[in-house]
């Protein structure tokens, strides 16, 4: 899926990005990227730092589900399926179901868990029934990820938790994004489900920009500390469909305020005929704030809640993280909102 360039700003913030590579001395140490694509044209709208690399945290959960929802078309499983837990699946650090080795889970539960409770122990869940183990499943990821054009990205494993090596760009998760609106519109509505419920348990969907801005409908958010707060999403105007994505926010909230103006700045882009306007659409996103701090570290997480950890409890950072200018903890990462 090739994305056009399209408008005077596209010029610009391509300038403005030579610029910041020059001074910045890597670009991979930055957490913020953004791009806005008109889905109906693939007319880009909108982009920053677009094409370099980030860690896509649990918006590889998009892919996953693509992989899954290929397998339920072909029919090689179906929602009844109950899909086995295995000791790797069930360690799998939070957010997670906490599910126990040698039980099970249905297709059509592993997916709402995926997609509102971005569970982690299910993504390697889906991962072993579709790939036989997680590692190769994630080989089978990029693979099917470089066919659609998504050529600056590799995945390492299903769930998008903390690997130096699983990286992505704002362009390929926009590429993503279209594919699964195109390939597998029949269970792209999964990805509005405001709750799911397992066991005792009802956990909402981290994706708040669904009950709270008009048209969207999907798709995934993500975090870690290393990535930043993530979000893929979709709206859908007066029969218009645009897809933001934002990485590297710094709070859920302002990542979300973000992403919102995004998708208002987009369609105030189009003219009377729901066309894409250079000129409206370089006014419109020009008069965008930036996010506040947007390639500050991000505060760490617990059961969605920011976590102050007890005095002499630091995070412990290898020589990779120092690199790429992130801090995983010591503890389990939380991957989530």
Known sequence: MAFRAGGKNIRAAIGALVMLVALAPAAI?????????????????HARHADEPRYPASLTK????YMLFDALKSGEVSYTERLYVSRHAASQPPSSLR????????????IDALITKSANDVAAVVAERLGGTESRFATLMTAKAKTFGMNNTTFRNAS????????STARDMAILAERLLEDHADYYHYFSRAS???????????????KSVDGV???KTGYTRASGFNLMASAKRDGRRVIAIMFGGSTSKSRDAHVTDLIEAAYKSFDENKQADEIKASYAFSALQSPVNPNGAALPMLNGQVFTPPVGEGDESTSDDIAFESLIPSKPVIEGP
């Open 29 to 45: 140490a930055e957490k913020y990227a953004s791009i806005v694509v008109d889905a109906d044209s693939n007319e880009v709208l």
């Open 217 to 219: 409908d999907g798709i």
């Open 160 to 167: 998008g938790l903390p690997d130096t090596r699983q990286l």
């Open 62 to 65: 998009a892919m996953t589900l």
């Open 196 to 210: 799911f419920s397992w066991g005792n348990r009802t956990y909402k969907n981290h994706n708040n920009l669904l």
């Open 99 to 110: 599910l126990t080795p040698g039980s099970t889970i249905s297709v059509r539960d592993a």
